[in-house]
């Protein structure tokens, strides 16, 4: 039988809050008083320890019940599947766009990772928690939010505007909706360009419209193929980041309770992550066919692969600010795939993204394992989602410490 944990404290007021003697409305990174006033919010330092045997987060067997089979989303209605099936044969396809290549596909589908011969990593061995750990026992809550989730937390706040102005987030390719954006994500594109205008005296407005349209999201019908399941993942993000960071308390809870919905569409995601597409080690320059559906499968499948990884970051980022340093993020976030490679990701055309592929090194990352990028890897071949992950490793002093080696500054 699990043991019975305490819940965590209440945090109490920000310090200069307690210092002037005013209400505290407990806003993190910062209190709505803070910010306004353009003052340095601290929160008291938490005196929680962990015991030697706890961790950050604990074994696989806690995970998300026994099996991911089992799970019944909140994005669908009852009895109804998250998404219709894949065959990964199909996904080489040519079609008009990265994302519309796959919106055609159907069937029955079964979220199990079991079916996937996936390992059962030990979380608690693993060096992204290991090294939060040993924050948690050592500093408190507002160092590891400043060393491990800051950076991470301004690539997040600058998603509704880079979605609006340039079609694209750390996450999400430019070139993806480039021929067709389905309505779920036209309705949160244009939630954020409301957002980006927003200003005192519209803000009631504009996050009402925001809370609006995602209560609407979350009552839609589940996701009919992989480009709409992805584009809902995305406008969920959206929505969340947006209520989260600059909402009230109504705006804040709200986002809070989605991070429920916001882990079942990432479980969703998962079956699109792990699919390997063979890609020969030199693209052809022409004919151009066959590189031209490899492009576009690898944009589809990238961004898929990036908005799994940021669900998680951002859920976890959200449990650490709330003080709940036992939240699970479920073995999938260690079993994840991702390719580390700034100039392939930042390739605008055909040729561009051949060249690279044959000339240029890029890193598949397994489980998130940074060690290759570490060790091999120069400053200018890690984009903004990779910094975002190496900061989360390694902490704000040693990446810039890493990206300064490599001739490079993050």
């Known amino acids: 039988m699990a043991s019975a944990r305490k819940p965590p404290p209440r945090r109490k007021s920000c310090t200069e809050c307690i210092k002037s003697k005013r209400r505290c409305d407990q806003g993190l990174p910062s209190c709505t008083r803070c910010r306004k006033l353009k003052l340095e919010c601290n929160y008291v330092a938490s005196t929680r320890i962990l015991s030697p045997n706890e961790t950050l987060l604990p074994s696989t067997s806690d995970s998300l019940g026994t099996s991911l089979a089992q799970v019944s989303s909140p994005l669908a209605p009852q009895g109804e599947s998250l998404v219709n099936s894949i065959d990964p044969s199909l996904i080489n396809s040519n079609d008009l766009t990265a994302c519309h290549l796959l919106s055609e596909l159907d069937g029955n589908f079964s979220i199990n990772l079991d079916d996937h011969n996936l390992p059962a990593p030990t979380l608690a061995d693993h060096p992204m928690v290991r090294h939060v750990n040993q924050e948690i026992i050592f500093g408190d809550v507002s160092t590891i939010i400043a060393s491990r989730f800051k950076y991470g937390i301004d690539q997040l706040n600058s998603g509704p505007k880079e979605m609006v102005l340039k079609t694209q987030t750390a996450w999400s390719h430019p070139l993806l909706y480039e021929g067709e954006m389905p309505p779920s994500l036209q309705d949160a594109h244009a939630a954020c360009a409301l957002y980006i205008a927003k200003h005192e005296a519209n803000a009631h407005v504009v996050l009402r419209h925001v809370r609006t349209r995602l209560e609407g999201l979350l009552a839609s019908p589940a996701p009919v193929g992989p480009c709409e399941l992805l584009a809902k993942a995305h406008a969920l993000v959206l929505y969340c980041i947006m209520l989260f960071f600059d909402g009230g308390v109504l705006e804040r809870a709200r986002a809070e309770a989605a991070l429920e919905q916001l882990e079942s569409s990432a479980i969703a995601l998962y079956p699109l992550v792990g699919i390997i597409d063979p890609i020969p080690e030199t693209l052809s320059y022409y004919p151009t066919a066959s590189t031209t559906s490899i492009w576009k499968t690898w944009i589809f499948r990238e961004s898929v692969r990036r908005t799994f990884l940021t669900c998680y970051f951002f859920i976890s980022m959200c449990h650490v600010m709330r003080e709940q340093f036992h939240y699970c993020s479920s073995r999938t976030a260690f079993s994840s795939i991702w390719t580390a490679s700034a100039h392939l990701w930042s390739a605008r055309n055909l040729l ?59």
């Open 352 to 410: 561009e993204f051949t060249t690279v592929w044959n000339e240029r090194n890029h890193y598949v990352v397994h489980g998130l394992d940074l060690t290759e990028i570490i060790g091999n890897a120069h400053a200018d071949d890690v984009d903004e989602f990779g910094r975002m992950l190496l900061v989360a490793h390694m902490g704000a002093d040693d990446a810039r410490g890493w990206f300064h080696t490599r001739g490079g500054v993050l």
